[in-house]
């Protein structure tokens, strides 16, 4: 899936300087639906955040703009703004929550890796992962999940690439798929690119579409639809 995404990469359109979209939802036929925040900061707090771009509003007694987390260069960071934050470090992805080195209570911005939690106050922990070296594009795992006042089956930080399909690397896993694929944002517009069926090398037929909003997109195996949230 690398080589592919990295081909993709190469040939999109150099990134548009500003654009109007912060968050949308993409609904993907037998899979579920994610909430796609553009920004390169999100804000997460309590309900009363609830209906504001790049605000994460949790059903919970978390201030309004409690945490903010933030795209760097290198990665992902999380600071405090009205709220108290602390991060535990893990040595790997599957251990336990709730093992770990020490929680540490924030004053500044710091780092956050795929082997961190964030904990919020007592009501909630968040992490961040990020599926690929080759994009930005990072999974918001926020637990509980159904804290959400947003009802969706996940979150994810979109730099301009966003992986869909049946590997591990996906950052929507799509396990009915035959193939992985590549939803595209660039200059205020989404494309989805991927290989059609099981033939390898250069006969294998492309998949090139314009996603439109407020239109179900199918061919083949996949089928989603996209729309404006805020």
Not at 7 to 15: I, L, N, S
Not at 34 to 57: F, M, N, W
Not at 140 to 162: A, C, F, I, Q
């Amino acid at each position: 899936m690398d080589q592919y995404v990295e081909k993709v990469k190469d040939q999109m359109m150099p990134k548009s300087e500003s654009h109007s979209l912060n968050d949308v939802i993409l609904r993907i036929d037998r899979v579920g639906s994610y909430r796609l925040v553009l920004r390169d900061e999100v804000t997460i707090g309590g309900p009363t955040g609830a209906g504001s771009s790049g605000q994460i509003a949790l059903f919970s007694q978390l201030s309004t703009n409690h945490a903010i987390i933030a795209r760097r260069t290198n990665g992902y960071t999380i600071r405090p703004a009205h709220g108290a934050v602390s991060v535990t470090t893990h040595n790997s992805e599957n251990e336990s929550l709730h093992a770990g080195k020490p929680e540490n209570l924030l004053i500044q911005e710091t780092c956050l890796t795929n082997n961190c939690r964030a904990s919020l106050g007592n009501q909630v922990m968040v992490s961040v992962r990020r599926k690929s070296p080759l994009s930005q594009t990072a999974v918001l795992e926020v637990d509980p999940l159904d804290r959400m006042v947003d009802r969706v089956d996940g979150v994810v930080l979109m730099e301009n690439l966003l992986l869909m399909g049946p590997g591990s690397q996906a950052h929507i896993r799509c396990p009915h798929w035959e193939q992985s694929g590549v939803l595209i944002y660039q200059q205020g517009k989404f494309h989805f690119r991927s290989p059609v069926g099981r033939e390898t090398g250069a006969e294998q037929k492309m998949v090139d579409l314009p996603v439109p909003f407020d239109q179900h997109v199918e061919q083949d195996d996949f089928g989603f639809y996209l729309e404006t949230l805020y």
